[in-house]
């Protein structure tokens, strides 16, 4: 980067009307609304040769308008199946299904694409789209990789065969260098995985079971997103975006009638950028059960959760030591829902037994590699940010990390910035074996890895299989991964979601096994 071009990097500018102050609507005016469950249109043979005819479904990619608030107007959005999150898949383990994911977007954006940035180059078509299901162990060609975007009138067929443990999985648009915008814009949605070893633990389900999506936005005053620009006009992208309007199902303040029993709370951190630290105001605990990929070996007791972007959270509330009380879901500092607990007892013949699901940890012996890749920060003369790597490289330099298919490998995250970095694979699911700070300064002028603490193990909610691991500051994160699943090209990437339009993602390989 030359000096003059470092000295021309923008100031973020803020808006030119200032943002809705979420704090003056009224609070907890709104049902809690709950996504629609897909539903096929018929059945297709899968195309793996199985000779198995699996469930078909035709979902749309279109603009909408919803409201996010009883006395705010309807906010344009962008969304799966006409709700934001969109319609909700519930699916089996072992039982595979085909998704025809349609492209109905506009061709103009109604958010500030940044041309600068690579694969959002002017020209391109603004209504782009192509779909990831986040944690899917899912062929390579029905992946979404993020350049096979595809446009307006057109659809792509994916196939998930769902051969993976029960578990809380999430899609959303994963288009190259607009993925942030179009996340904004409201394209995710919920996949459920579900399984004989979770359906016999009895625990709370039907109307007892919800989900929660989570992700902040700023809205204007007449109730219209606002995305995040820099002082420069050529150049509009941000390092982060977070927002004060915190929604819930789509909702500002929702609020969810419950009765005095278990619940379980699927969440999901839908945040492009912000790290949710999640209580209940009564200060009650909360039993986490499961996390990325799905239940832990044990229950674990919580008074208080974070949750980076990207990270699910399987959770029972008990209510019913607190009947007739209201209880908020709270991310310090911001309310987020109201539970209202019923005053009446109720019977509740639901369980969460002291043992969940056997998981055997991953010896490091079994290793036959490790990976050293850094986090990495351009930062301008006045300590802004030009924008994030993974280990040094760009996205469209050679593919570097080629792991074979069936083989284990450790890969150390050396975070060399001061952002926590909530790091995705592809694919794969993996375990975390530990983080340990070290001198990030030695490291950066000598190349010498110097630690500064012993290593601190995972936390006990973090000892289940995972897909998306945060990264400390200043810290080596080590994570064991087990590359079982198919060959093909996948991506790996900072599920900050400006930080991987800004060539925080890189390409891997995972090469098909010899003879």
Not at 85 to 93: D, V, Y
Not at 412 to 421: A, F, I, M
Request: proline share 9%; with cysteine.
């Amino acid at each position: 980067m030359t000096p003059a071009l470092v000295a021309e990097m923008p100031h973020a500018a803020p808006p030119v009307t200032p943002n809705l102050d979420p704090t003056t609507l009224a609070r907890f005016v709104d049902p809690l609304p709950l996504p629609q469950i897909a539903q096929p249109i018929e059945h297709r043979p899968a195309p793996d040769g199985s000779g198995a005819r699996v469930p078909f479904y035709r979902l749309s990619a279109r603009a909408i308008s919803a409201k996010l608030h009883r006395d705010l107007p309807p906010t344009n959005l962008w969304s799966y199946g006409g709700s934001v999150p969109g319609i909700l898949f519930n699916t089996r383990s072992d039982q595979g299904q085909l998704i025809e994911w349609v492209n109905d977007l506009p061709a103009k954006h109604f958010l500030p694409i940044d041309h600068t940035l690579h694969g959002a180059e002017a020209g391109l078509p603004e209504g782009r789209s192509v779909v990831h299901l986040h944690g899917g162990r899912t062929p390579a060609d029905s992946d979404g990789y993020p350049e096979d975007w595809y446009v307006a009138g057109q659809s792509k067929t994916y196939f998930y065969p769902n051969r993976q443990d029960a578990a809380l999985l999430w899609y959303h648009d994963h288009a190259m260098g607009i993925n942030r915008l179009n996340i904004y814009a409201g394209m995710v949605g919920l996949y459920i995985v579900r399984d004989e070893v979770e359906d016999r633990l009895n625990l709370p389900s039907g109307k007892y079971e919800i989900p929660l999506v989570v992700m902040d936005r700023d809205l204007r005053p007449d109730g219209q997103l606002s995305y995040p620009v820099s002082a420069d006009p050529a150049r509009p992208w941000v390092p982060e975006a977070f927002g004060e309007a915190h929604l819930v199902n789509g909702k500002l303040f929702p609020f969810l009638d419950v009765e005095a029993r278990r619940y379980r709370l699927r969440i999901l951190n839908g945040a492009n950028g912000r790290f949710y630290r999640l209580s209940l105001s009564n200060g009650a605990e909360m039993l986490q059960i499961g996390s990325d990929q799905g239940l832990l070996s044990a229950p674990v007791a919580v008074n208080y959760l974070q949750l980076a972007p990207g990270e699910r959270a399987d959770l029972v509330v008990d209510f019913a030591a607190h009947r007739g009380q209201q209880i908020l879901l709270q991310s310090e500092p911001f309310d987020l829902m109201q539970f209202r607990v019923g005053a009446d007892t109720v019977s509740d013949t639901s369980a969460v037994p002291a043992s969940l699901r056997p998981i055997q940890r991953i010896p490091e012996s079994s290793a036959v590699l490790t990976r050293r890749l850094t986090l990495d920060e351009n930062l301008n003369r006045v300590a802004e940010s030009m924008g994030m790597l993974l280990n040094k490289t760009p996205w469209h330099a050679s593919v570097t990390e080629k792991p074979v298919l069936n083989t284990t490998e450790i890969w150390e995250l050396v975070n060399l910035t001061e952002d926590v970095h909530p790091i995705h694979l592809h694919m794969v699911r993996f375990q975390i074996l530990d983080r340990r700070r070290f001198d990030a300064f030695d490291y950066m002028t000598a190349g010498k890895l110097r630690f500064t603490s012993p290593p601190m193990p995972p936390d006990a909610n973090e000892l289940g299989w995972k897909d998306t691991v945060r990264v400390n500051s200043k810290t080596v994160t080590r994570i064991i991964v087990p590359f079982v699943g198919y060959a093909g090209r996948y991506v790996w990437h900072c599920h900050i979601l400006e930080h991987e339009d800004n060539e925080m993602m890189r390409p891997y390989d995972i090469l098909p096994t010899p003879g």
